[in-house]
């Protein structure tokens, strides 16, 4: 677990190589890279740009607007934005239990978005690396070329999102932005016609999920050098596990792991989360560094998302994703997997296991109750946690008397991974591009090695920057908008 | 006479100080991204691995100013694309990260380092060159450049966005008719 490469001893004479943007992830970001004269690599960073702020805005806030609002965070994961402030306004409205359709509902529309997520992350953004290899034609390293390639594959990824966008826009009322989710429990049950339309399509989309396992299980078994250790790192993992330590994607407790598969921790209560972690700012990324408080900045950062789930929990509860999940523990047998490819594998295992769930869920007819939302004494604060489809999800909020948020602190999936995926391009970095004369090739596997992780980086942008700088913002006819000026000391005017 | 094979339209995309929720609508198109192809050939894209936008038909923007960085890049496509779509509320009007406009950036900046929850002792502000530097407020697209056209919606559906790409690529000026305009 070092940090060599993070920072150059002489960073003035080096030269300089970016990629920005980082492409086919969500968000903004980019790498830059240091070499010296031989091409020998100092010094590798992931830099966060973009500064959103919504932790302050949402400041004075009305409690109830909060789930719509902060599901703006992310266009691919919003619904897990809007879950993590529910359960936490849940709190603050006093319902300690939701209704079972409440719940449940909740649920579908949870499991719907990991189906969604995965599907694209996996078939429209890193399918690509994969089927062509990472430094193939730039031109055809997309989706449209895995279209004209492998129609049937990304036909199915292609239907397989869309059927995960079908489940939110039924249970939150909208495909991207839904308002399904409120403060106490939700504002919309399934109706029959809904339930059946869906029905319907569920049972080859476990099929088709299956597959998909099947597919880059098959992709490690035919080049096993590769997958286990492009950009591999030893490190600590954390998620929720559910009450008998089985994969849960909405509700449970923080458990956590260190590199060889210790338990550190265990059934830890999400409301005393500030008690476990701490974040490090660095001045080069608005991106924070968490670690946990107990093994220190160093040594206390950790992995993040289905790599770090499919291994912490004991047991998956659907049969199909049980399986699936054996033959991946059995793999490394009895050690950990620490392959950043390995979260194609674990992902989609999660995707079956999603598929799996939503099935179950629509054959139980509490999705079509009218019991839709519970109250109780109101509380002043709140932590609502969820697994995303990235990683474990924090929404931390205090309301007044007058129902205003007055604090909200958010550490989003990304966030989590912020230092292992910086370690898995360097890593990256230090076996490939060290040495070479770097190609748009080589550059790519840098790129494979963050997609990975699957990072959202427009999530993951809470801070603020300075450096000595003037923009001058003209309108289209030349006219000064306006001007700020931010000195070395970072002061702005 | 030869029938003209007609060439493929160069679309560039991108995201601003947006969620991507819009290109997220964009894919909601489903099964007719596969009509699209047939159509349209992709240039800068979070989609592609192409960083730099070269001459395109159509660039469609989500998202709007909120650093400078942000406006280099929208004047970048305004100058290689013929037609400049505003998809979104963001790209509109500044949409909720606009939210930010009634404070004071020094004031954030202060509060978000001084008083935020959870911080290691000896946390400071980053100040490193490579981060863009933040506009004091959150502008729309067409303050800064010409915009062609404007699809409202926070995102629009896949629906509104279809019709408006099908028809530019029939050569129709684009109509959304009744249940494609929304504003949520
Ligand atoms: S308009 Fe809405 S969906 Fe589009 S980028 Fe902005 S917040 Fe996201």
């Known amino acids: 677990m070092s940090n060599s490469l993070e920072t150059a001893s002489h960073p003035e004479n080096l030269r300089r190589v970016a990629i920005d943007p980082v492409s086919r992830v969500e968000g903004h970001g980019k790498v830059t890279i240091l070499l010296d004269a031989q091409n020998k690599v100092q010094q590798v960073r992931l830099h966060i740009v973009e500064f959103r702020g919504f932790e302050k805005f949402i400041q004075g806030r009305p409690y109830w607007e909060v789930p719509v609002m902060v599901q703006r965070l992310c266009g691919i994961c919003p619904v897990s934005h809007n879950l993590a402030s529910s359960k936490a306004m849940d709190l603050i409205v006093g319902a300690k239990h939701l209704t079972p359709t409440a719940e449940k509902i909740r649920r ?16 429209h953004l890193c399918s690509p690396d994969l089927l062509f290899g990472f430094d193939s034609d730039i031109a055809k390293r997309n989706i449209v070329g895995v279209a004209a390639k492998y129609p049937d594959t990304a036909r199915r990824g292609v239907l397989l999102r869309k059927f995960g966008q ?9 495909r991207i932005h839904g308002t399904g989710s409120i403060p106490g429990g939700v504002n919309k049950a399934l109706t029959l016609a809904e339930r059946d339309e869906l029905l319907a399509d569920i049972y080859q989309m476990v099929e088709w999920s299956r597959d998909a396992v099947h597919l880059i ?63 490090e700012v660095k001045p080069w990324t608005y991106m924070k560094f968490p670690y946990l408080k107990a093994l220190g900045q160093d040594l206390g950062w950790y992995r993040v998302g289905p790599l770090s789930r499919i291994q912490n929990c004991d047991s998956i509860a659907t049969p199909l994703a049980e399986m699936e999940r054996r033959e991946f523990v059995a793999y ?14 674990a992902r989609m295992i999660e995707m ?37 489809p990235r990683g474990t999800l924090i929404h931390h ?27 898995a391009v360097r890593q990256v970095a230090r076996y490939y591009l060290s040495g070479h004369e770097i190609t748009e090739g080589l550059l790519n596997h840098i790129e494979v090695a963050i997609r990975a992780f699957d990072p959202c980086l427009s999530c993951a942008t809470h801070a603020l920057g300075k450096m000595p700088l ?24 | 006479m030869d029938t003209p094979v007609k060439r493929k339209l160069k679309v560039a995309t991108t995201s601003l100080a947006g969620c991507f929720g819009c290109h997220m609508s964009l894919l909601d198109i489903d099964e007719r991204l596969f009509d699209l192809l047939e159509l349209v050939e992709f240039d800068r894209s979070p989609l592609t691995d192409i960083k730099h936008i070269g001459t395109c038909d159509i660039g469609f923007i989500e998202g709007g100013l909120c650093n400078n960085e942000n406006v280099h890049v929208l004047r970048e496509f305004r100058s290689n694309c ?36 959870g911080l290691a002792a000896g946390s400071d502000i980053p100040n490193d060159p490579e981060l863009p530097l933040p506009l004091n407020k959150v502008h729309p697209l067409h303050e800064v450049v010409k915009i062609d056209y404007f699809i409202p919606g926070c995102p629009p559906s896949g629906d509104a966005i279809w019709k408006v790409l099908a028809d530019l690529l029939a050569g129709h000026e684009p109509q959304l008719g009744h249940g494609l305009i929304h504003y949520d």
């Open chain 1, 108 to 123: 579908l529309m949870h499991y719907g978005q990991i189906l969604q997520s995965h599907a694209l992350h996996f078939f």
């Open chain 1, 166 to 174: 079908e489940v939110i826009r039924h249970t939150a009322g909208k």
């Open chain 1, 217 to 279: 299980k098959e992709m490690h078994s035919q080049n096993p050098a590769l997958y286990n250790s492009f950009g591999a790192f030893r490190a600590n993992l954390m998620s929720i596990v559910g009450n008998n330590g089985e994969l849960d994607l909405y509700h449970g407790a923080l458990r956590g792991r260190d590199a060889n598969g210790a338990v550190l921790f265990d059934g830890v209560d999400y409301q005393n989360y500030s008690g476990l972690i701490e974040e």
């Open chain 1, 332 to 345: 490394s047998a009895g050690s950990l997997m620490h392959a950043p490819l390995a979260y194609h594998w």
């Open chain 1, 352 to 388: 079956l296991f999603a598929a799996e769930m939503i099935k179950d869920l629509l054959h139980d007819d509490a999705i079509l109750g009218h019991e839709l939302v519970a109250t109780g004494e109101r509380a002043l604060e709140g932590v609502g946690c969820i697994e995303a």
């Open chain 1, 397 to 423: 909020y205090r309301v007044d008397e007058n129902d205003l948020v007055t604090m909200c602190n958010l550490i989003v999936s990304t966030t989590h991974n912020n230092q292992a995926m910086n370690e």
């Open chain 1, 470 to 493: 003037q923009v001058e913002l003209l309108d289209s006819e030349g006219s000064t908008l306006s001007t700020l000026t931010r000195s070395s000391e970072g002061d702005l005017s």
């Open chain 2, 82 to 117: 013929k037609v400049l779509i505003a998809v979104g509320a963001c790209a509109i009007n500044g949409g909720l990260p606009a939210q930010r406009n009634h404070l004071a950036l020094p004031i954030i900046l202060q509060e978000v380092y001084h008083t935020s929850h």
